[in-house]
């Protein structure tokens, strides 16, 4: 595949520390006489001849390769900046008898010449331009090359910002660097060693008292990764609350057990009008649709015996069950606490800790939707919870999944980084290396003082040095020797779902009691008391003005609803994850 010109070199980025599978070892066959030389070619001319002093090239992982060099240019007038940008590609020429063998170790461009009037010496300033090259691409492009999680909530907006810092974004979620090879192309390289090595060097190879082991200074080897993660969504709750209310007189809902026996010794009634305006006065914004509403007859002749009965207020009610509603939105947070560790580290040198936070917020104009509507029935979709409110959770899994993988990414590959940060340094003269590269994996065995040592690790750093006039030509490499390890690992699954139901209890069943005055035995009106209050038609007012009229009413209160239920609620969740960090060879 190639983008903008170039060949996309992917490598298998899930690979374990014991991929080797294919490896054949290539052993460095040590020189005891070099004859080298160098070719430059700017925009493809040759210009060898104005090379002076050191030539230095520097390949290092998830980095622009540099290379500097210097011109001693013949007398004349010269332009320093007609030197920007322009192709450069250095050689390094073995002279053997057979043949000689030239091998391409920079192409680039040139970023920036700078001329000394005083010695007619251009120093230049090349790199492989690794950035530029990602710049232009796609983010589906980039997708594909590096690979790896991407999470907007763990990272800023793709729109209007860098793609090479889009890459390094998703690069820091796996444990791999990408850079350019010799050739220029992209490349993608796992971190981890091979368990069979590229490369073989045998004692005596490497040069003498080149060999250094450069251990990662505690305070750098991240053994503990802290992440805070809150995730937090709209639940829209419809709370209901059942009422009952029946004339006290009736003993049933037909004709004969209910209206004929209200009629002999008749009340005044509460309507529907009364019921469903005492359910909003009480806060509630619905009467559902399953109501049952026990009306008076219509207009006829019933009961025993029969009498005729006109109903001029069809509305009127002997009994009534119906169900109120409110509505309301309730913010839940779930309050992750994650801890990714490498065991066998911390027993050995205690905790490294370093943290890390991300906020997940949900919103949606469902929310306002909800909350104005005009409803008989639950919100469809809508679930029952523990507590009886029939629920919707305006929750988006994918993003939280997404944001908490990203996350614990982030944190294992920061462990394995700083695991990995020892180095392990030796030269070769350059005639012996120019076949190792960044992606191999290298072993080294030697003997310093009478003490065999040995390392087996993948090479992070390479650098040239030639100098023209001593006729030095060494290679200076870094291995990233991982260590402090162990093989206990879990899979970086994110906490599934926690329950998030507030404690409590639904709301039973509220039975409404009567007042009914009018007659010398009817208790005291109490306006505190929930229900119907009215008057008996055959009254005692006429022989007992002082009676006191009950105000014909219906009234209903609703229950307080719990802060808890109202409020945001948080919901606590941890969770410990082990991580398993290679540990590769090394004797010394």
């Given at each position: 595949?190639?983008?903008?010109?170039?060949?996309?070199?992917?490598?298998?980025?899930?690979?374990g520390?014991?991929?080797?599978?294919?490896?054949?070892?290539?052993?460095?066959?040590?020189?005891?006489?070099?004859?080298?030389?160098?070719?430059?070619?700017?925009?493809?001319?040759?210009?060898?001849?104005?090379?002076?002093?050191t030539i230095?090239?520097?390949?290092?992982?998830?980095?622009?390769?540099?290379?500097?060099?210097?011109?001693?240019?013949?007398?004349?007038?010269?332009?320093?900046?007609?030197y920007?940008?322009?192709?450069?590609?250095?050689?390094?020429?073995?002279?053997?008898?057979?043949?000689?063998v030239?091998?391409?170790?920079?192409?680039?461009?040139?970023?920036?010449?700078?001329?000394n009037?005083?010695?007619?010496?251009?120093?230049?300033?090349?790199?492989?331009?690794?950035?530029?090259?990602?710049?232009?691409?796609?983010?589906?492009?980039?997708?594909?090359?590096?690979?790896?999680?991407?999470?907007?909530?763990?990272?800023?907006?793709?729109?209007?910002?860098?793609?090479?810092?889009?890459?390094?974004?998703?690069?820091?979620t796996?444990?791999?660097?990408?850079?350019?090879?010799?050739?220029?192309?992209?490349?993608v390289?796992?971190?981890?060693?091979?368990?069979?090595?590229?490369?073989?060097?045998?004692?005596?190879?490497?040069?003498?008292?080149s060999?250094?082991?450069?251990?990662?200074?505690?305070?750098?080897?991240?053994?503990?990764?802290?992440?805070?993660?809150?995730?937090?969504?709209?639940?829209?709750?419809?709370?209901?609350?059942?009422?009952?209310?029946?004339?006290?007189d009736?003993?049933?809902?037909?004709?004969e057990?209910?209206?004929?026996?209200?009629?002999?010794?008749?009340?005044?009634?509460p309507?529907?009008?009364?019921?469903?305006?005492?359910?909003?006065?009480?806060?509630?914004?619905?009467?559902?649709?399953?109501?049952f509403?026990?009306?008076?007859?219509?207009?006829?002749?019933?009961?025993t015996?029969?009498?005729?009965?006109?109903?001029r207020?069809?509305?009127?009610?002997?009994?009534a069950?119906?169900?109120?509603?409110i509505?309301?939105?309730?913010?839940v947070?779930?309050?992750?606490?994650?801890r990714?560790?490498?065991?066998?580290?911390?027993?050995?040198?205690?905790?490294?800790?370093s943290?890390?936070?991300?906020?997940?917020?949900?919103?949606?104009?469902?929310?306002?939707?909800?909350?104005?509507?005009?409803?008989?029935?639950?919100?469809?979709?809508?679930?029952?919870?523990?507590?009886?409110?029939?629920?919707?959770?305006?929750?988006?899994e994918?993003?939280?999944?997404?944001?908490?993988?990203?996350?614990?990414?982030?944190g294992?590959?920061s462990?394995?980084?700083?695991?990995?940060?020892?180095?392990?340094?030796?030269?070769?003269?350059?005639?012996?290396?120019?076949?190792i590269?960044?992606?191999?994996?290298v072993?080294?065995?030697?003997?310093?003082?009478?003490?065999?040592?040995?390392?087996?690790?993948?090479?992070?750093?390479?650098?040239?040095?030639?100098?023209?006039?001593?006729?030095?030509?060494?290679?200076?490499?870094?291995?990233?020797?991982?260590?402090?390890?162990?093989?206990?690992t879990?899979?970086?699954?994110?906490?599934?779902?926690?329950?998030?139901?507030?404690?409590?209890?639904?709301?039973?069943?509220?039975?409404?009691?009567?007042?009914?005055?009018g007659?010398?035995?009817?208790?005291?009106?109490?306006?505190?008391?929930?229900g119907?209050?009215?008057n008996?038609?055959?009254?005692?007012?006429?022989?007992?003005?002082?009676?006191?009229?009950?105000?014909?009413?219906?009234?209903?209160?609703a229950?307080?609803?719990?802060a808890?239920?109202?409020?945001?609620?948080?919901?606590?969740v941890?969770?410990?994850?082990?991580?398993?960090?290679?540990?590769?060879?090394?004797?010394?």
């Open positions: 595949m190639q983008i903008n010109g170039i060949t996309l070199n992917g490598a298998t980025l899930n690979g520390a014991r991929r080797g599978r294919g490896i054949v070892t290539q052993e460095v066959q040590p020189n005891f006489s070099i004859r080298w030389s160098v070719q430059l070619l700017l925009n493809g001319v040759d210009v060898t001849q104005y090379l002076s002093g230095r090239i520097e390949r290092e992982e998830f980095a622009r390769c540099i290379a500097d060099f210097n011109l001693l240019l013949d007398a004349g007038a010269v332009n320093p900046d007609s920007v940008g322009q192709d450069v590609e250095i050689y390094y020429i073995h002279h053997q008898a057979a043949a000689d030239s091998v391409l170790r920079f192409r680039g461009k040139l970023e920036r010449p700078r001329f009037l005083q010695t007619r010496v251009l120093a230049c300033e090349c790199s492989d331009r690794l950035n530029e090259t990602v710049e232009p691409m796609a983010i589906e492009d980039i997708d594909a090359l590096v690979g790896g999680l991407w999470s907007p909530d763990v990272f800023q907006p793709v729109e209007g910002r860098s793609r090479w810092a889009y890459a390094k974004e998703r690069l820091s796996l444990p791999v660097s990408l850079q350019r090879s010799v050739e220029g192309q992209l490349q390289t796992p971190w981890a060693a091979t368990s069979v090595p590229h490369w073989l060097i045998r004692p005596d190879t490497a040069i003498f008292q060999i250094d082991y450069l251990p990662v200074e505690l305070s750098e080897r991240i053994n503990v990764v802290e992440v805070e993660a809150d995730y937090r969504f709209i639940r829209l709750r419809q709370r209901h609350q059942e009422f009952s209310w029946r004339h006290p009736i003993v049933g809902d037909s004709t057990t209910g209206f004929c026996v209200w009629r002999r010794d008749s009340t005044e009634l309507n529907i009008e009364m019921v469903t305006g005492a359910s909003s006065d009480a806060g509630f914004t619905a009467v559902l649709s399953n109501a509403w026990l009306r008076l007859p219509e207009s006829g002749i019933y009961c015996p029969p009498a005729g009965w006109v109903n207020y069809p509305d009127l009610l002997l009994r069950s119906w169900t109120s509603a509505r309301w939105a309730q913010r947070t779930e309050q992750y606490t994650l990714l560790e490498a065991p066998a580290s911390v027993a050995q040198a205690g905790e490294v800790i943290r890390d936070r991300i906020a997940m917020d949900t919103e949606s104009d469902q929310e306002q939707t909800f909350l104005s509507a005009t409803y008989t029935s639950p919100e469809p979709g809508a679930v029952q919870d523990a507590l009886g409110d029939w629920v919707v959770d305006i929750r988006n994918e993003r939280r999944l997404l944001g908490l993988s990203t996350i614990l990414a982030i294992r590959v462990i394995l980084g700083a695991h990995r940060g020892n180095r392990f340094a030796f030269t070769l003269p350059t005639a012996e290396a120019v076949g590269r960044l992606e191999h994996t072993r080294v065995e030697d003997e310093i003082l009478g003490h065999p040592i040995s390392c087996q690790a993948k090479v992070v750093n390479i650098i040239d040095e030639w100098d023209l006039k001593t006729g030095r030509c060494y290679t200076n490499f870094q291995l990233a020797v991982s260590q402090g390890g162990s093989s206990e879990d899979p970086l699954t994110p906490p599934t779902t926690p329950n998030s139901t507030p404690p409590g209890e639904p709301w039973p069943l509220i039975e409404l009691p009567n007042q009914l005055g007659r010398n035995e009817s208790p005291i009106y109490d306006e505190s008391i929930d119907f209050s009215g008996y038609d055959d009254n005692d007012f006429d022989i007992n003005p002082a009676l006191e009229r009950f105000p014909r009413k219906f009234w209903v209160r229950r307080e609803i719990p808890e239920h109202m409020d945001e609620f948080p919901v606590e941890g969770k410990t994850y082990r991580v398993s960090v290679p540990t590769d060879h090394l004797e010394l």
